[in-house]
């Protein structure tokens, strides 16, 4: 019950803003004589994979994060650029500059998304019309939007009817809509978890709905039970949260023909160790976790990390501990990927709460670091 005289709360408006084909399209902004053509943005050597694709490309089932082996086999005669990141991360500034003077809470995605709260904002449908227009006037970037009550509805709404969708809906609207999608359409849904709803007889998201709670519950433990209803049912309530404290940075990389020689990988490690530490040190931070990925020709993945009492980005240091793991490790087998990765920096709060234990020389703590690409250190491969 609102209480007299105290004005209602706001309803929440949050919207998803996403850039269509972002690489593509900065690659055709450089080539204009590419529109509509098909072309694929993609590394060279026989496990390169897709970074993006233009719509043309992708009419012929060609997907980001697929082999270019395959993407050309799908649409042969694409044409195929090497990617560019300092060109994506350029336009990418110009684009969030102008949108983060226009809305204050924003929390960026990536280089080409972004959720953004409006609540409160006077007439927000029309401030993001205006916003997104002008954005493509300065960059050339065109942006899909979708608008919501949540970060999850904004989400599936901005993947609509792309290219330069604008799609706003409510919860129940949107519960509707795509009850007949399958689960995995939503996000937080991967396919291992979709894959086990199939099993059950859930193929849908409007089945989902339906299912019983005890069933889930049972099937996929009490909280990830309540979740995955509390999704089908598109109720979320988590913030845009406009300040992100950065977990860890890494830098790997995947040979074009595995590597068995222990002597040749350590030379590699210390070319990416170097590198990652000057990305550190160009951003001021340091970390007192040091990490390495490898992994086997076989597909076997390997972390091992170590953490240390102080935090640095110095290379000699940062080196010396990534060497220590590997040779420890000794890898079994050839080695299709390797990557060093530093963590625990000094603004992390949860690092700092974080017990220090002490590591043998030469072992290194097992621990479970996550490696992936991020916007400082994209994986490439080795020519």
């Known amino acids: ?74 649409c042969p005669h694409a044409i195929v650029l090497p990617p560019d990141f300092e060109a994506y991360r350029a336009t990418s500034r110009a684009v969030w500059e102008l949108v ?21 904002v006077e007439k927000p449908l029309r401030v993001l019309r205006e916003l997104i227009a002008r954005v493509q006037q300065e960059t050339g970037i065109v942006v899909s939007v979708g608008v919501g009550p949540s970060r999850l509805v904004a989400k599936i709404c901005s993947d609509l009817e792309k290219p330069a969708g604008f799609v706003a809906m409510g919860r129940e609207d949107a519960a509707r809509r795509f009850a007949g999608a399958p689960p995995g359409r939503l996000p937080g849904i991967g396919p291992k978890t979709a894959e086990r709803l199939r099993a059950m007889g859930v193929e849908t998201i409007g089945a989902l709905q339906a299912a019983a709670p005890e069933l889930l519950e049972a099937r996929f433990g009490p909280r990830h039970g309540r979740e995955l209803i509390a999704r089908a049912h598109f109720h979320d309530d988590s913030e845009v949260e406009t300040s992100r404290v950065l977990k860890s940075r890494s830098n790997e990389r995947t040979f074009d023909v595995d590597v068995a020689s222990l002597e040749e990988l350590e030379a590699i490690l210390r070319r990416l160790a170097r590198e990652l530490c000057d990305g550190l040190q160009a951003r001021a931070k340091r970390g007192r976790t040091i990490g390495i990925k490898v992994r086997l020709d076989d597909w076997t993945n ?61 072992l290194g703590e097992q621990l479970e670091l996550p490696f992936g690409a991020d916007l400082a250190t994209a994986s490439m491969s080795v020519q």
Request: charged share 25%; with cysteine; aromatic share 4%.
């Open 302 to 362: 390997v972390t091992r990390a170590r953490s240390i009492e102080g935090h640095t980005n110095d290379v000699e240091v940062v080196t010396g501990i990534a060497l220590e793991l590997l040779r420890a490790y000794a890898p079994p087998r050839p080695v299709r990927l390797l990557g060093v990765r530093v963590a625990a920096f000094e603004d992390d709060p949860d690092a700092q709460r974080a017990p220090r234990r002490p590591v043998a020389p030469g």
């Open 1 to 74: 019950m609102a209480i007299d005289g105290a004005d209602p709360a706001p309803k929440r408006v949050i919207a998803h803003l996403d850039c269509d084909a972002f690489y593509a399209s900065v690659e055709l902004l450089r080539r204009p004589e590419l529109r509509g053509k098909a072309v694929i943005v993609a590394g060279s050597g026989p496990r390169a994979v897709v970074t993006t694709a233009s719509y043309e490309a992708r009419k012929f089932g060609v997907g980001s994060a697929m082999p270019a082996s395959r993407a050309l086999r799908l």
């Open 100 to 120: 983060g003077a226009r809305i204050e809470r924003l929390q960026h995605i990536g280089l080409d998304e972004a959720y953004a709260d409006l609540t409160g």
